[in-house]
């Protein structure tokens, strides 16, 4: 008994499934049925000019809304979307969810910049992706250049001309690519100069050390010096510091996300967001910072 919870830490917190076979594989059975019964959602989280600290775009996450156990992230099921397969499913509804959001705030005068989507290697690699891209792009009328796809580094582990053949199929719709956790995966930089890639997010791991860390600081300038060199927009992930901000500030990122700014928040939050940027921008204070 003690080894089965020492396999399974979730058994620890909820003794009421101890009885159950398995925590992931009572989440596995359920997904799909979740999907098709809207209990997830998204949040949205900031992008900000490192520059001006006006909000650029937002990245979309996604949450389930478990209708026993709360609120779960993406640590709780994406592993079990990918290893079932619903992950196609479940991409394709943020795809559609996050471009007809986009759409709606672009609508109401909102200027919210672009969204950002994450795109597992599995997606990725399904023969109808591009298409997805582009129905959703057509139903929600969203114009394609607000609408970015985060790849991982991973998708360079499959067979390397198709992911090029389909990274430029996508490019021919508009859209922009960026590659996510930028640093923690495939080490051959090649792919960079082959890829049509728009930008890199440094993840987290390296910020969190920022501005004392010497190796942090010193794998964020390269990274960001990098990027300039290659012509590719940098974002800095996790930032939660203002002495962070400024270091990626005086090293010319063009971009941080992070809780410094704002953790990832419901589009009623975002929507009020915009709503007081564009008042304040309607009152001629057009230069004023969007303090969160
Ligand atoms: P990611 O794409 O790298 O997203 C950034 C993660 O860092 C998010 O976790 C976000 O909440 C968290 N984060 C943001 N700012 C800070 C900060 O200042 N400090 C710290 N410590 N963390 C911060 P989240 O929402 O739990 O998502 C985790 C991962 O799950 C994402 O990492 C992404 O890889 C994946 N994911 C989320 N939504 C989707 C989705 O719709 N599809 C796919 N395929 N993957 C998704
Ligand atoms: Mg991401
Ligand atoms: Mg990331
Ligand atoms: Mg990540």
Known sequence: ???????????????????????QLVLRSEIFDAIQEGQFLLH????????????????????????????????DFIQIAEDSGHIVALGEWVLRTACNQLREW???????????VNVSAT?????????????????????????????TESIMFSDASVTLDKLNALKKLGVR?????????????????????????????FISGLPD????????RTIIAMARNLNLEVVAEGVETLPQLNFLSRHFCDQAQGYY???PIAAEGIYALLLEKQQKRAGGKDDQPTLL
């Open 1 to 23: 008994r003690a080894k089965r919870e020492g396999r399974n830490s979730h058994t620890l917190y909820h003794p009421d499934i101890d009885s159950q076979p398995d925590y």
């Open 44 to 75: 949205y989280q900031p992008q900000m000019s490192c520059r001006t600290q006006q909000i650029l775009g937002v990245e979309a996450l996604a949450r389930w809304r478990h209708p026993k156990r709360g609120l779960l992230a993406p640590q």
């Open 106 to 116: 672009v609508r109401l005068g909102l200027n919210p910049g672009s969204v950002a």
């Open 123 to 151: 997606q990725l690699s399904r023969e109808s992706f591009t298409d997805s891209v582009h129905q959703a792009l057509e139903d929600s009328g969203l114009r394609p250049d607000l609408l970015e796809l985060e790849l």
């Open 177 to 205: 690519l960026s590659i996510d956790d930028f640093g923690t995966g495939y080490s051959s930089l090649s792919y960079l100069k082959k890829l049509p890639i728009d930008r890199l997010k440094i993840d987290k791991s």
């Open 213 to 220: 860390d010497q190796h942090d600081s010193a794998i964020v």
């Open 261 to 263: 700014f704002s953790p």
